[in-house]
């Protein structure tokens, strides 16, 4: 069934509002296809897609998508270089085999990359540690450790300091947390990464 309505996650209405009208896009890890759908029939965009599961694929593909399956791990580096305006992420890093290959080879395809992840620094999650001692389940880490898809958890700080450390340039980042609420703090610092349930980046290659 097509998406419709002006409704979305907060999260994916601030990706909407960040990338250029008629822009090319490729959305990485697309699932069904919502902010595909967004992108194309509100912003204009040139979209195209790449996504692991085929039930995902024939989704997106029923909705006028152009969708592939593909694997964002291994089939990234089959992209030529600066062949598209924004390349988007969204909560996904986390459960790549190789997050910092992957982000490498976002910002090797597009001029911008838009990446969004959970943060395991999120005062919830610490607390569930310290007190219960066990492995945390929250609305962005909504899973049990024994099947969980995120292999590789971060914190806001983490991300930060490896895109430091890769030369990748922050352009802007947007803090959410509970209920999808700003954070109004800058993504490297501790108020961030304690009140922040998840982060968006706007990512360019120095």
């Not at 097509?2 to 008629?22: F, K």
């Not at 959305?27 to 039930?55: F, I, N, T």
């Not at 593909?61 to 062949?83: E, H, R």
């Not at 945390?136 to 700080?157: E, K, S």
Request: proline letters at 3%.
């Amino acid at each position: 069934m097509a998406i419709s309505g002006p409704h979305i996650r907060t999260d994916l209405e601030s990706i909407t509002a960040w990338v250029d009208e008629g822009a090319r896009v490729l959305d990485v890890g697309c699932g069904e296809g919502e902010l595909l759908y967004a992108l194309v029939h509100r912003k204009k965009v040139d979209g195209r897609g790449l996504e692991l599961s085929m039930d995902g694929v024939r989704r997106c593909v029923g909705q006028g998508l152009a969708v592939i399956q593909g694997d964002a791990d291994t089939d990234l580096k089959d992209y030529p270089s600066n062949s598209f305006d924004y390349v988007i992420l969204s909560q996904t890093l986390q459960a790549t085999r190789q997050p910092r290959e992957i982000l490498d080879q976002l910002v090797r395809i597009g001029r911008h990359a838009i990446i969004s992840l959970p943060n395991f620094g999120y005062w919830r999650v610490r607390m569930e540690l310290l007190l219960k001692g066990r492995m945390p389940v929250t609305d962005r880490l909504g899973y049990d450790w024994y099947n969980t898809p995120n292999i590789h958890f971060c914190t806001i700080q983490d991300f930060v300091m490896l895109c430091q450390e890769m030369g990748i340039r922050i352009e802007r980042s947007l803090i959410l947390g509970a209920d999808e609420k700003v954070i109004d703090a800058p993504a490297d610092s501790g108020r961030a990464n304690w009140w922040g349930e998840q982060a968006l980046f706007l990512l360019q290659r120095t």
